[in-house]
């Protein structure tokens, strides 16, 4: 598996294929193994890279300070200079959405396409934060083991596949505690960006999930009214992670936008 140094750190990614370069950001508290189904069944079509972000995979431990979407953001464009291309399909799944619209606003040239699955523009409410650094406390104070027991029930639709709820239980397990709590933190902090929304000119896909419980459709649709010229697409049957809920869907309108 390649690792490579971007600001100074070991950042692990899995790559296929050839072609256009694509960067899948997984959301939290996963990893690249999100998007195994995404890594094979676009091969043939482009150069897949699905990044291991700092801390989680196989890339290099982190302190537990605040990963913020701007520096994460800065990481992904490191990689796609490192790669040697001028530009990348993106796709970032909720947390990963987040940095994709921080690469947007801070590395528009890099961006060839955008897919934002899963996510929103706005900044977590008050209470939203609050409930961040409750489960920042709780993963602290409880382990992994009963973060990936509330996530199960919080991501995946009411009839999750029992491969789906492993997979993701093996993600947040293994995912380190300082890592969830700095991505924690750093997601409460994050701006609102509704308004760049209006900016965004690169062709662009919304997904949402069609029994998403934490950003529903309707929420999603919104969001893609608001881009210029944004495709919308609900997962049938999927919840918040719709690449392991219903892999073949979601790899399916991927590979329809792209073409």
């Known amino acids: 598996m390649p690792v490579i140094d971007i600001n100074g750190r070991e950042v692990h990614y899995a790559e296929t294929g050839s072609g256009p370069l694509a960067v899948l950001i997984h959301g939290y508290p996963l990893d690249h193994t999100l998007w195994l189904d995404q890594l094979a069944g676009l091969s043939d079509i482009r150069r897949v890279v699905a990044i291991d972000l700092p801390g989680y995979g196989m890339s290099e431990r982190v302190t537990g300070a605040p990963l913020t979407m701007d520096g994460l953001a800065d990481d992904v464009a490191g990689l ?18 987040y940095i994709a619209l921080a690469l947007w606003e801070m590395y528009p040239a890099a961006i060839r396409s955008l897919v934002l699955a899963n996510t929103k ?9 609050a409930g961040r650094e409750a489960q920042a406390q709780a993963v602290v104070s409880d382990g992994r083991a009963a973060l990936a027991g509330k996530l199960v029930g919080a991501l995946l639709a009411p009839a999750h596949d029992l491969t789906a709820a492993a997979r993701l239980r093996t993600m947040v397990e293994g995912s380190p505690v300082e890592t969830i709590v700095g991505s924690l933190r750093g997601m409460a902090a994050r701006p609102d960006r509704t308004e760049l929304l209006a900016t965004i000119s690169v062709p662009t896909l919304v997904m949402s999930g069609e029994e998403d419980a934490l950003i529903p459709p309707l929420d999603s649709h919104e969001m893609s009214s608001a881009i210029p010229g944004s495709e919308f697409f609900v997962v049938p049957g999927a919840g918040h992670l719709g690449p392991i809920e219903r892999p073949d869907a979601f790899t399916e309108a991927l590979r329809g936008f792209w073409q």
Do not use: H
């Not at 796609?80 to 959405?97: H, K, R, T």
């Not at 523009?121 to 934060?129: L, M």
């Open 121 to 129: 523009a706005g900044a977590d409410s008050e209470e939203g934060r």
């Open 80 to 97: 796609i200079e490192a790669l040697e291309y001028e530009q990348a399909d993106i796709v970032g799944l909720s947390m990963g959405g």
